[in-house]
């Protein structure tokens, strides 16, 4: 499956913004991948449960995790952070 499109939610941009500069670039290199295939092995996506569990996420590096939704061939990047984003 690959991404057609991926739309940035408001909450996504303010956190992303606010990430560490090192942290940004990895992100920035994970979309790409995520885009292309966004199953592949190293990025460990996974659907959330509980509150989240229309929700999937997938791992920047180290406790750093994007939370999105697929909508059709289009992701929606809702926001993202460490652990806490699950909040």
């Given amino acids: 499956m690959k991404i ?3 739309y940035y939610h408001p909450q996504f ?3 992303f913004l606010n990430l560490p500069r090192k942290i940004q670039k990895t992100a920035k290199i ?3 991948l995520f885009k292309n295939n966004p199953f592949t092995s190293s990025l460990k996506t996974h659907k959330l ?3 989240l569990k229309e929700h999937w996420s997938f ?3 180290g406790q750093y995790r994007i ?3 697929f909508e059709d ?3 929606i990047f809702l926001d993202i952070g460490t652990h806490d ?3």
Avoid: L, P, Q, W
């Fill in 4 to 6: 057609s499109y991926i």
């Fill in 13 to 15: 941009r303010r956190s």
């Fill in 30 to 32: 994970k979309t790409i």
């Fill in 49 to 51: 449960s509980g509150k």
């Fill in 59 to 61: 791992v920047i590096g």
């Fill in 67 to 69: 939370i999105f939704i």
């Fill in 73 to 75: 061939n289009n992701v």
């Fill in 85 to 87: 984003i699950y909040k």
